[in-house]
């Protein structure tokens, strides 16, 4: 059974940086085939996508987000690292973590979000 | 950036109803297109991927088509079940975009 949990603080106060972590079971972070991604979605609006990191490392960002965004694996821990800098109000949100899916469909590779964390309601306020 | 415009922004239907969403991409993104559902309070669901392909253990009577900029998402049945919000998202180039939703209601 695939499942993820975000964790990390529930308040943070504006400028200080955030530190989430997705702990995943029932895949390897070594899976060629799995990724994972951070999405996150503030109060009442639409999902946003942050980040993703692949097997080999391979990582990217959202580009309005790019400059305040550091993805990381640890696969001995089965964790997905995400830290954003310079925390402001708009930032917060809930947000989760997915495994991405990497797979083969009439001939094209692509990859889709087929498991989620139950996410994590981040405020930043002071 | 590739920019995702859903239409309807929210739809009211009733069960049983015929429900359709679209979903417009900014440049041609093959079939690199994927469908959520989410619930109130809950993480997002993946109904469709690749445009056209159910995910396992969705039911039938959710269906996409399309290909290139333009996209569909239809309920052939609407359900109780089914009255949600529902995102697209491109996955033909990072960073991966999502649509800014479509709400279904009950009418």
């Known amino acids: 059974q695939v499942t993820l949990k975000e964790s990390g603080p529930v308040l943070v106060k504006p400028t200080e940086t955030l530190t989430l972590t997705c702990t995943v079971s029932g895949f390897s972070l070594n899976n060629t085939r799995m990724g994972v991604s951070w999405i996150r979605q503030p109060p009442g609006k639409a999902l946003e996508w942050l980040a993703h990191?692949?097997?080999?490392?391979?990582?990217s960002y959202s580009t309005s987000l790019k400059s305040r965004l550091t993805i990381s694996k640890d696969t001995s821990k089965s964790q997905v690292v995400l830290t954003m800098t310079n925390l402001d109000p708009v930032d917060t949100a809930t947000y989760y973590c997915?495994?991405?899916?990497?797979?083969?469909?009439?001939?094209?590779?692509?990859?889709?979000?087929?498991?989620w964390g139950q996410g994590t309601l981040v405020t930043v306020s002071s | 950036d590739i920019q995702l415009a859903q239409s309807p922004s929210s739809l009211s239907a009733s069960v049983g109803d015929r429900v359709t969403i679209t979903c417009r991409a900014s440049q041609s993104i093959s079939i690199y297109l994927n469908w959520y559902q989410q619930k109130p309070g809950k993480a997002p669901k993946l109904l469709i991927y690749a445009a056209s392909s159910l995910q396992s253990g969705v039911p039938s009577r959710f269906s996409g088509s399309g290909s290139a900029t333009d996209f569909t998402l239809t309920i052939s049945s609407l359900q109780p079940e089914d009255f949600a919000t529902y995102y697209c998202?491109?996955?033909?180039?990072?960073?991966?975009?999502f649509g800014q939703g479509t709400k279904v209601e009950i009418k």
């Open positions: 990191i692949f097997s080999k490392d391979e990582k």
């Open positions: 997915a495994r991405l899916h990497i797979s083969m469909v009439r001939g094209l590779i692509t990859d889709f979000l087929d498991s």
């Open positions: 998202q491109q996955t033909y180039s990072t960073p991966r975009t």
